[in-house]
């Protein structure tokens, strides 16, 4: 089945510090990953995607994200983070089996609260 | 801001009744899909349209439906509402899609659903 996993329900990380939002898939052939933020009551944003080609993706605000097929895992990082990155990050992947170019399977979500 | 405009907000309905959303889409994209995000969850696919056409549709029942209209925007219906309705909803739009694109999916602020 396909599946998206983001393991950490809360990610704490103190302004200035590296921070990484985990995230591992299950899909047949080759993924296409997303990553997408949520401030509160508010909508996605996309911040960045692997499709192919390196497999470090950089993104908005600072983001980047590497694809690491034999650990099938698409972890979200960023060398320094911020308060105002405080938000609910949501990782997906294309699901392969429907016929919708834009159907996609999305993790439960990881809050990352970041301190002053 | 990424173009896609969704209506009503917030709006409350009460159970057995019908709803529906509006979407327009981002500017050139053809291809509209809806979501559903309940309370604590990751988003979920309901549908897309293509070419005015349903061309995918993930778990959900006939009572959800849509339409989308030659200028690309599309209708989310809603009928005998449940309580279980209760739930984000978003729209999302992307460029023209083949099965497995690897267009960017941009999200609308979404409608907020309460069935009481």
């Known amino acids: 089945a396909q599946s998206v996993a983001q393991p950490e329900d809360q990610v704490n990380v103190a302004e200035g510090n590296p921070l990484t939002v985990k995230c591992t898939y299950s899909?047949?052939?080759?993924?296409?990953l997303f990553w997408y933020v949520q401030y509160p009551n508010r909508g996605l944003q996309f911040l960045l995607k692997?499709?192919?080609?390196?497999?470090l993706v950089k993104g908005s605000y600072g983001f980047e994200a590497e694809f690491n097929k034999s650990q099938t895992s698409f972890h979200l990082k960023k060398p320094s983070a911020l308060v105002s990155d405080s938000a609910l990050y949501f990782c997906?992947?294309?699901?392969?089996?429907?016929?919708?170019?834009?159907?996609?399977?999305f993790g439960k979500g990881t809050t990352l609260s970041v301190s002053s | 801001e990424t173009g896609v405009t969704q209506s009503p907000t917030h709006l409350i309905k009460t159970r057995g009744q019908q709803v529906t959303l509006r979407c327009s889409s981002q500017s050139g994209h053809n291809t509209v899909s809806w979501y559903q995000q309940a309370l604590g969850q990751g988003p979920q696919f309901i549908f897309q349209y293509y070419r005015e056409e349903e061309n995918g549709r993930g778990n959900f029942p006939p009572r959800f439906s849509g339409l989308q209209f030659p200028n690309y925007s599309s209708e989310l219906n809603v009928n005998a509402l449940e309580l279980d309705d209760s739930a984000l909803y978003l729209c999302a739009s992307s460029g023209r899609t083949g099965d497995y694109s690897g267009n960017t999916i941009y999200f609308g602020e979404g409608s907020w659903l309460t069935v009481v």
């Open positions: 997906a992947v294309r699901d392969m089996i429907r016929q919708a170019g834009t159907a996609l399977i």
């Open positions: 899909v047949s052939g080759n993924p296409y």
């Open positions: 692997y499709i192919t080609g390196d497999n």
